[in-house]
């Protein structure tokens, strides 16, 4: 007959049992789009409590904005979100623009226009394939880089630039649009949307990608409103609200924009406002070219001084961005360069609504929820 043996367990290994796990991810991890750092304290596999870190990528840009004239500025202001370089520079000029009291030919409206919605689905595209790709697919990164290169061409062509395109100026834009580009937009804009359902088939369709999406990193309209995240993460969320349609800026006041909104909150929900919206703005960006074809030739922009300097007084200028509000409170003494000049990113104060997401939430969720997010790290760090 054989005996059964037990063991005690000693006083330090029982404390140590129930102890928090302190976990820092980062700030080199792979999963975190940059150099952001989290501190998370475990309770076994379950957060408990998760800090963003932010900093590692601070070059202050404010600062940087208040030494430079506006020429400047605007090639300062398309670094800090990377993927949205032309409509970072955009509200610079705008809010130059207005305290000059500047009228932009319309031709310049109208290209503004189309240019920033190319530069929108540059930008989602990057998530769309980036995003499964962190939890674990890989094939829709290829499908969404060939779709972003048809559109990076045209807008290469354009201005000259890949990522930073430098193609804004107070007054307009910096040069017309070469003969023929309207085109060759055309061709790509209906090309990138005859794609798109392989993109979407290939990933809505994924019984392993809704599985680790839906339900999860949940974020409710009220904390939305509380930590003031914008863009499509808070209208995954139930918040309907857009500034092209709500606060009209360029031509978007003469287009029909449909807002894309969710009411669950979750992952999956993002994903799906994100892959929508690369839509509509395909649509925009076709109804602009409509536009732009039947306007008679006309200048593209305004004759500027050498020095330029912009009258005393304050005022505030906010777009919607690709990933949310962006806004630039620019105050001005009557000189070259602003006395203050303001950046109000989307991803700064989207990332402070992390921790409400990720609290309660398994381990093995937490990229799938720091992904969803849709944040560049410069945003955040400015």
């Not at 928090?20 to 080199?28: A, E, F, S, V």
Request: charged share 25%; aromatic share 8%; proline share 5%.
């Amino acid at each position: 007959m054989s005996k059964v043996q037990t063991f005690g367990i000693g006083a330090g290994a029982r404390e140590l049992a129930t102890e928090d796990m302190i976990l820092n991810i980062g700030p080199q991890h792979p999963s975190t789009h940059g150099v952001l750092r989290l501190r998370l304290r475990l309770d076994g596999e379950r957060i408990e409590h998760a800090e963003p870190i932010i900093g590692y990528m601070h070059r202050g840009a404010e600062k940087l904005f208040e030494v430079r004239d506006l020429r400047q500025i605007i090639v300062l202001a398309n670094r800090h979100d990377w993927l949205s370089a032309f409509a970072n520079e955009l509200g610079v000029v705008l809010a130059a623009e207005r305290m000059l009291g500047m009228e932009v030919p319309v031709r310049a409206v109208w290209a503004r226009t189309l240019l920033a919605e190319l530069n929108r689905v540059l930008n989602h595209l990057m998530f769309l394939g980036s995003y499964p790709l962190e939890i674990g697919a890989i094939t829709p990164i290829f499908y969404a880089f060939r779709e972003r290169e048809e559109l990076q061409r045209v807008l290469e062509e354009v201005s000259g630039g890949r990522m930073h395109y430098m193609f804004n100026r107070v007054g307009g834009l910096k040069e017309d649009l070469p003969l023929g580009w309207m085109a060759r937009t055309r061709a790509a804009i209906a090309l990138v949307h005859s794609r798109m359902p392989d993109i979407s088939e290939l990933i809505m369709g994924n019984e392993i990608f809704r599985a680790r999406t839906r339900g999860v990193g949940v974020l409710t309209r009220e904390q939305v409103l509380q930590y003031g995240v914008s863009g499509p993460i808070a209208r995954a969320s139930g918040v309907d609200f857009d500034l092209r349609r709500d606060e009209p800026y360029l031509a978007y006041g003469d287009l029909t924009v449909p807002v894309v909104t969710r009411s669950e909150g979750d992952c999956l929900a993002r994903f799906e406002v994100l892959h929508d919206q690369v839509l509509t703005s395909l649509d925009l960006a076709d109804a602009c070219l409509d536009v732009l074809e039947e306007l008679p030739p006309g200048p593209i922009n305004q004759r500027l001084p050498k020095i330029l300097k912009i009258p005393v007084g304050h005022t505030y200028a906010w777009t919607e961005n690709p990933l949310g509000l962006n806004g630039y409170y620019l105050v001005s003494r009557g000189e070259k360069t602003p006395w203050r000049l303001k950046l109000r990113s989307a991803s700064f104060n989207n990332i402070q609504a992390l921790p409400e997401m990720l609290e309660g939430q398994l381990v093995a969720d937490m990229v799938a929820i720091l992904g969803s997010m849709f944040f560049v790290v410069g945003d955040v760090d400015k």
